[in-house]
C-alpha cells in the first residue's frame, strides 16, 4: 500500500473510532491567566469566562506594564496580589502560578496601571 493511502487510512480510522486529540481541560483545575498588559486601553482580562470550583494555578501577565494585579474571591478578600517584580512578571523567567483553591461565586480582578488608570475582569466559579 502507498504511504500516502497508508496515512489516508490511519487517519480515517481514527476519525471514525472517536479518538479526540484535542487537550481537554477539567473546569475544575483549569489554570487562569490574568493579562494586565495594556495600559491605554486600561485592560484586565480572563482566560477564561467560568471554570469550576476546586484549587487552580492562577499566574499575572503584565508584559512590562507595571500594572498591579489583585484578585478577590466573592467575600472580597484578596486571594492574589501581584505587581512589585513579582516572579510572574520577570521577563525570561518561567512563570509560577499562586495555587488558589476557589469557591463557587464571582472572582474579580482589578488591573491598576502605574498612569492611574484601572479595569476589571471577573470570573464565574460554579459547582
Not at 473510532?17 to 494586565?36: K, T
Not at 472572582?107 to 496601571?113: D, M
Amino acid at each position: 500500500m502507498p504511504a500516502r493511502s497508508a496515512a489516508a487510512s490511519l487517519v480515517l480510522g481514527l476519525a471514525v473510532s472517536g479518538c479526540d486529540f484535542s487537550d481537554e481541560v477539567e473546569p475544575s483545575d483549569a489554570g487562569i491567566e490574568i493579562i494586565a498588559n495594556d495600559a491605554a486601553s486600561t485592560a484586565c482580562s480572563m482566560s477564561w469566562d467560568e471554570v469550576a470550583a476546586g484549587t487552580h494555578d492562577v499566574v499575572v501577565i503584565t508584559e512590562g506594564s507595571g500594572a498591579r494585579v489583585v484578585l478577590r474571591d466573592p467575600d472580597g478578600d484578596v486571594v492574589v496580589r501581584q505587581g512589585d517584580g513579582s516572579s510572574s512578571e520577570k521577563a525570561g523567567k518561567a512563570l509560577v502560578p499562586d495555587e488558589v483553591a476557589m469557591v463557587e461565586g464571582t472572582y474579580v480582578a482589578t488591573c491598576r496601571y502605574p498612569d492611574g488608570s484601572s479595569g476589571e475582569a471577573r470570573l464565574m466559579v460554579t459547582r
